[in-house]
């Protein structure tokens, strides 16, 4: 019987059984191999503090207004880094067939129906590793922060946050020729954004505050920042160490308030820029070259090219029967754990 990751409740997260979906014109039947974990955003389901749980999303409005909860526990299907192989298509699917490993967004579960349109284009090669395929999505949201930054030939940027998104922002800034500062806590983090090219590395608990130190490094602040942690502090840290009419990308996933972010201080007095960069939309002065699609595209050809390490940042694969040991590990902020891969049963013997 399929199987899919649920938060039951805050703190609890389990794999349960579900009923499969039927294949229906235009589509076909996946079996997943690997889902990746986006800690960033699943954590706020595991916490509780989404804030689709706590209040009710008004679509055509765009707004977060006070009243029923846009979804409550239990809560399934999240997930949006998989990879599988096609074992049923619909007859009147012709683009695709069964036996092809495609990646995409279907969520952390065993069995999925999704619509031919959305895979055929997602066809791994065969030379290339499938638990790379989790990488597409992660990847294009790095990318899209970088595009958001505007990093260009020989300007500096820090890259505030060197988990697995930042740690793909680092490299792919520096593919473009950014010179990369990259910030995190973990001595660990900051070794291997070394290796993704980062040209300085700073620790982000330093007295004075890395945006000091940058500001010191860069000769005077550099051109623009990424933050990808999520933390208000970090947040206030990337403004503060940019130069004047600097440009910073906020580009993680922020819960609460934000009592860390002075917005009175360096941000006011040095006219800073403050953009957010969210997966849904690609920069607006891109929008006419640039979609979702050619964001992933670009971030797997990285990848399958060798030029971005995706398998380096692979901690730990594990059985989608232990999701809730992992994410008691990405709540306490396990070091050891960077990328996590739930590996379901259909995935290949070879590979387990």
Do not use: C
């Not at 846009?70 to 074992?87: A, D, K, L």
């Amino acid at each position: 019987m399929p199987e899919i990751v649920q938060f039951t409740a805050p703190g609890t997260v389990e794999l349960v059984s579900t009923d499969a979906a039927p294949l229906v014109p235009g589509s076909v039947r996946i079996a997943t191999w690997y889902s990746g974990i986006s800690a960033g955003t699943e954590l706020t389901a595991y916490r509780g503090t989404n804030p689709y749980l706590t209040s009710t999303w008004d679509a055509q409005r765009r707004l977060f207004v006070p009243g029923e909860p846009s979804f409550g526990y239990p809560v399934q299907g999240w997930g949006y880094s998989e990879v599988g192989q096609i074992v049923e298509v619909a007859d009147d699917v012709a683009d695709v067939g069964v036996g092809e490993v495609v990646h995409g967004i279907w969520g952390h579960r065993s069995d999925a129906v999704m619509p031919a349109s959305a895979i055929a284009w997602r066809v791994l090669p065969r030379d290339v590793d499938p638990v790379l395929g989790t990488f597409a999505r992660v990847g294009s949201i790095a990318l899209n922060a970088v595009l958001a930054a505007d990093v260009r030939l020989g300007e500096k940027v820090a890259i505030f946050g060197q988990g697995v998104i930042g740690l793909l922002a680092t490299r792919l800034a520096t593919l473009s020729g950014g010179r990369v500062l990259a910030v995190d806590t973990q001595p660990r983090r900051l070794e291997i954004a070394t290796a993704f090219g980062a040209v300085e590395v700073v620790d982000a608990m330093r007295p004075g505050g890395a945006g000091e130190l940058i500001r010191e490094l860069t000769g005077g602040g550099a051109d623009s920042a990424i933050e990808l942690s999520g933390a208000d502090r970090a947040l206030h840290e990337a403004v503060r160490s940019v130069v004047v009419e600097g440009l910073v990308a906020a580009s993680g996933f922020y819960q609460g308030g934000a009592s860390n972010l002075r917005l009175g201080e360096e941000f006011h007095h040095n006219r800073v820029r403050i953009v957010a960069s969210q997966i849904s939309g690609v920069p607006v002065g891109l929008g006419g070259r640039w979609d979702q699609a050619r964001l992933v595209r670009t971030v797997m050809d990285q990848i399958s090219s060798g030029a971005v390490d995706a398998s380096a940042l692979v901690s730990d694969v594990v059985d989608a029967d232990a999701v809730a040991g992992v994410f008691e590990r990405l709540d306490s902020g396990d070091p050891e754990i960077l990328q996590a891969v739930l590996r379901f049963d259909a995935a290949p013997e070879r590979q387990r």
